[in-house]
């Protein structure tokens, strides 16, 4: 029962650089969402997704774009990385919105120096 | 103001004893209430899911919510160490969707000291 299964775990970039963030669910959810947590500013809302082929911008999109081309898979990109991009990101899924509990990966911890 | 406040922390308490923690929102269309927990370097795990106001009881855990007050608290008993982790509320209306899917706190740290 895998659940939401983000690779990599930790990465480490330069300034400049891009990178993909992988994120699959087996639950056979709609909705995907990725979120960006930094120390003490609990969880911030990047992008989500209602299904595949569809994707909008949350709270804090800038820099970062998506795709849904399945409905497993909702990959984060990164182009040209920022130090502010340093952060934990982790991606969550659920069967419905409104009134229903997400479920989250492990996150990926990503440094950018 | 935050729509929903959680005092960070870190709370330090020692095993066996009663854990409170708390929420304060604003929005009073939230009717949907959930407690995660996070472990280091973990990401948020369901730990209660609340509907209205009322209690509700999980081993352990209590969820309350207080609607008339805006408050949501969890209640761990018997603490032990493994309950050291961050937790963090969240909350939501049957009409929030996209990006309002779910308001977070910013989470609380505990500590059980063995």
């Known amino acids: 029962n895998a659940g939401v299964t983000q690779t990599p775990k930790f990465r480490i970039l330069k300034i400049g650089q891009s990178m993909t963030l992988q994120c699959t669910q087996d639950?056979?959810?709609?909705?995907m969402y990725w979120y960006r947590q930094d120390p003490g500013m609990g969880l911030k809302l990047i992008y989500y997704?209602?299904?595949?082929?569809?994707?909008d911008k949350g709270e804090v999109p800038n820099g970062y774009n998506v795709s849904r081309s399945t409905t497993e898979d909702f990959p984060l990109r990164l182009e040209l990385a920022a130090p502010s991009q340093t952060s934990v990101y982790f991606c969550?899924?659920?069967?419905?919105?409104?009134?229903?509990?997400?479920?989250f990966g492990d996150g990926t911890r990503l440094s950018i120096l | 103001q935050k729509e929903v406040e959680q005092d960070p922390g870190p709370l330090s308490v020692p095993e066996g004893a009663i854990v409170s923690l708390n929420c304060t929102y604003s929005n009073s269309a939230f009717q949907y209430f959930m407690w995660y927990r996070q472990y280091s370097r973990k990401g948020p795990e369901l730990l209660m899911y609340?509907?209205?106001?009322g209690n509700k009881e999980d081993g352990r855990f209590t969820a309350q919510v207080d609607k008339s007050s805006k408050y949501i608290s969890l209640f761990i008993r018997d603490s032990q160490p493994s309950d050291s982790a961050t937790y963090l509320c969240?909350?939501?209306?049957?009409?929030?969707?996209?990006?309002?899917?779910?308001?977070f706190g910013s989470g609380t740290r505990l500590q059980v000291q063995p």
């Open positions: 969240a909350m939501t209306s049957p009409g929030d969707t996209g990006r309002r899917a779910l308001t």
């Open positions: 639950m056979n959810h709609n909705y």
């Open positions: 997704s209602v299904g595949a082929g569809i994707t």
């Open positions: 609340t509907y209205s106001s």
């Open positions: 969550a899924s659920s069967s419905r919105q409104g009134a229903q509990p997400q479920h």
